[in-house]
């Protein structure tokens, strides 16, 4: 009966990111996106139930304590439990892709529990560094991941990091217990046939990493084996780049449990 | 080396769907849309090397031999080898979902390894009976499917099956070794936490179906139970509808083996 205060027991009940919100606060202000969201969408009269979430995986019921022209407040009622978060925290290294295939993968991965979204760059990357250092792709993706976690119930918002190259996210994820990485030719396959160390979920912490729909180059390779990653394929056919990360996100649920 | 004359080896190289490819014929016709994409899509020229495959997992090299306004020839040369289909035969039953929803479903399902896409309507189902009857969204779904193979290095198409009940569908399928139906309460879940009957693959084939978001009434949950349907869950977070269906051929692939 853990999760009978659980928001999933109210499908219908609206969720409202409140990055400020605390066990000390009574009422907490809207931004002025989800203010929106809260008087113009859903169109909530003062009064309403919602659920607000903090986006750190703790949230509370909430009702509509004012909505005017200078803002929305939630008063905050009591803590209630939030879904569960998977066992391992996995941070989901994605290769740049084109824009709306980023937006489906920040959107998907949020909904399959990822704890955080890296976005790198490759050896063959076709984008100019113009478009990926601007801040707005970064902030963009973060509103995403924000709407995602409202739709699926989920208290977490993963961060969307800083776009890096794959060797600087494989060396700022030194102490992370395990690194995954998606290559066709790779031995660990979705067919079961994984190593152990596949197979076992780590202690903490996993980077995984989707490359190239062609799969990696050999230098990038290198680099994979030689930094200790774990390659594995999934599956003979060839996945659309924003569908892959569901199906490893998948894969190591089904192995190291939610 | 089984795989290296398989198209995947040649990632560049055109797919045709051609249902009327037999290893005895040297010379087939593309269907009108084949030959569309083939002349004005593709701007191939005759003599160009494509592969043609069957939809029932054979393949061949082949190439252009004549494309006018009277129809567009391939000449079929050495067969080739196939991509690997799933040791269990899967077919996704999957609950009634808007017209783009279900085409990205089929799309998903069919780059999963699914063996045939069997929509069904069931208690609360929103959809007027003259949408779902009309041919026409079975003809769009499988002309989806074609796609999503020639796309994905598929030699076999899923067939869209008949829109029928929840219970037809069931019925249609004892003589399938086991169903699996997505259910928010169940206690198999991604977690790893299956039964030996979930985690076992079935002999040859199975039925794996998605219902309403929501979960299924009490009355089909009884009928899933006492036809012998193992329920699962899919973790705690609510997932997208058109996503459910990638999950759940994910954690069967994982459990029983491509």
């Known amino acids: 009966m853990a999760r009978r205060n659980s928001s999933r027991a109210m499908p219908g009940v609206a969720r409202f990111h409140v990055p400020s919100a605390r066990p000390d606060v009574r009422t907490v202000s809207l931004s002025a996106d989800e203010a929106h969201h809260l008087r113009h969408v859903l169109r909530l009269d003062v009064g309403a139930e919602v659920i607000a979430f903090d986006g750190a995986g ?12 200078s803002g929305v407040q939630l008063a905050l009622e009591e803590a209630s439990t939030a879904v569960a978060e998977p066992v391992v925290n996995v941070t989901l290294g994605i290769g740049w892709l084109k824009g709306d295939q980023m937006d489906a993968v920040v959107r998907d991965a949020t909904m399959l529990g990822a704890s955080a979204i890296a976005p790198f760059i490759w050896e063959y990357v076709s984008v100019p560094a113009s478009v990926w250092r601007r801040a707005g792709a970064i902030e963009r993706w ?11 119930h989920r ?5 969307i990091e800083a776009v890096r190259s794959l060797s600087q996210l494989i060396d700022d994820s030194m102490d992370r217990t395990l690194v995954v990485a998606v290559e066709p030719s790779a031995e660990n396959d979705l067919g079961g046939r994984f190593t152990k ?3 076992r979920p780590p202690r903490s912490t996993a980077l995984a990493l989707i490359g190239p729909e062609g799969g990696w180059s050999s230098s990038e390779i290198t680099m994979l084996k030689d930094r200790g990653a774990e390659l594995v394929q999934l599956g003979p056919r060839t996945l659309r780049a924003e569908t892959a990360p569901t199906v490893l996100l998948t894969v190591l649920w089904t192995m190291w449990g939610w």
Chains 1, 2 share one sequence.
């Open 58 to 69: 703790h949230e509370w019921r909430a009702r509509v304590g004012e909505a005017g022209k």
């Open 142 to 152: 973060q509103r995403v991941a924000v709407s995602s976690a409202k739709q699926c």
């Open 155 to 159: 208290a977490v918002v993963p961060g």
């Open 197 to 199: 160390t596949v197979k």
